[in-house]
């Protein structure tokens, strides 16, 4: 199983970045897929997820309204859309795949099964 971030770099205070995430190795549409990210000194934190299915996502609190989690099965990819990027937003984000939703346990990194190996996202004030 492989799961290869993408679209991480250095952006401006109010700025946009997409990331990316292939997946290979697994069947892609059955599993749940999240973004966690983690900034130096700091734990492992939620980010967003988003059903096998597609048809229903979760965010943090502190990215509502300005990341949207997206996947597209066809391709074997999820995607992150980061909007109004604040400096706060600064950490190593990854991917991670596995079956989460169907006991609500999304934003726990322990329940993922397979892990990318992360970008790193840094925003400048």
């Known amino acids: 199983v492989q799961l290869q971030a993408s679209g991480g770099g250095l952006a401006q205070a109010g700025g946009s970045l997409r990331l990316s995430c292939a997946a290979s190795?697994?069947?892609?549409?059955?599993?749940?897929m999240g973004w966690f990210r983690q900034a130096p000194g700091k734990e492992r934190e939620f980010v967003a997820a988003?059903?096998?299915?597609?048809?229903?996502?979760d965010s943090a609190d502190s990215v509502k309204a300005r990341f949207t989690i997206s996947r597209d099965n066809a391709k074997n990819m999820v995607y992150l859309q980061m909007n109004s990027l604040k400096p706060e937003d600064t950490a190593v984000y990854y991917c991670?795949?596995?079956?989460?939703?169907?006991?609500?346990?999304?934003?726990?990194?322990?329940?993922?099964?397979?892990w990318g190996q992360g970008t790193q996202v840094t925003v400048s004030s």
């Open positions: 991670a795949a596995g079956r989460t939703y169907y006991r609500g346990r999304y934003h726990v990194p322990e329940e993922y099964l397979y």
């Open positions: 190795g697994l069947p892609f549409s059955t599993y749940d």
């Open positions: 988003i059903h096998w299915t597609g048809g229903t996502t």
